[in-house]
């Protein structure tokens, strides 16, 4: 069937680096993804989304690429924080989600 | 606004019995979706309903069942409980408009053990 998967189940970044974290997807006739922060014993939380009509958008320190040539999705996080320390999903409509890439903050 | 919450928070059952998870939505929020969070399964959807009725479906057996209220709480049922539903269950709200594309607001989830 269709999937929605990241690349990595983990990504340790420095403080104040750049982050990225990418996710592959099968479905092509896929409209919309969302990107999802999960920090424990807590629900996801709504980080930014985009249509299938467009490649990139930006929210506050994150960034959402979409490549539909090679069914890509990417989340940048600008001067990681260690408060972005979570993982972190993405997700096919509101249906298909990915198992998450754990993104850990070093001091 | 007070967000979507979640009850109980923790339930403990044995194989065979069966549990009702409730949610209530945002207020103003049409739409509920409930998904089944595992460790190495991210999140697995479960069903979608929308003004009482139930308008998107995942791949879980019959023993998942949902229901949702006119006043846009809903609840979920799972019967013939087995050890593998153990689980974090999780509910989302959202306005539910045409398209799809609306931002979903999750509940802190059921944490289910089934022994």
């Known amino acids: 069937g269709e999937s929605v998967g990241l690349h990595l189940p983990t990504l340790s970044v420095q403080e104040g680096d750049n982050s990225i974290i990418n996710c592959a997807y099968s479905?092509?006739?896929?409209?919309?993804f969302i990107w999802y922060k999960q920090e424990s014993g807590k629900g996801p939380q709504f980080i930014i989304d985009?249509?299938?009509?467009?490649d990139k958008r930006q929210g506050q320190r994150v960034t959402v690429l979409l490549n539909k040539t090679v069914k890509h999705l990417s989340l940048q996080i600008a001067a990681t924080q260690p408060g972005d320390s979570a993982v972190y999903f993405c997700?096919?409509?509101?249906?298909?989600f990915g198992a998450g890439t754990t993104v850990t903050v070093r001091a | 606004k007070a967000g979507v919450t979640q009850t109980p928070r923790y339930l403990i059952k044995t194989r065979g019995q069966q549990v009702t998870l409730s949610c209530s939505p945002i207020?103003?929020?049409?739409?509920v979706s409930w998904y089944q969070q595992t460790p190495g399964q991210g999140l697995q959807f479960l069903f979608e309903y929308f003004s009482e009725t139930q308008r998107n479906k995942g791949n879980f057996p019959g023993r998942f069942s949902g229901r949702q209220f006119s006043n846009s709480r809903s609840e979920m049922n799972v019967s013939t409980l087995e050890l593998g539903d153990s689980a974090l269950y999780l509910c989302?709200?959202?306005?539910?408009?045409?398209?799809?594309?609306?931002?979903?607001?999750f509940g802190p989830g059921t944490r289910l053990t089934v022994l």
């Open positions: 985009i249509r299938s009509n467009m």
């Open positions: 989302a709200s959202s306005l539910g408009s045409s398209g799809g594309a609306n931002e979903q607001f």
């Open positions: 997700a096919e409509n509101l249906a298909s």
């Open positions: 479905n092509s006739a896929s409209d919309y």
């Open positions: 207020s103003g929020h049409r739409s």
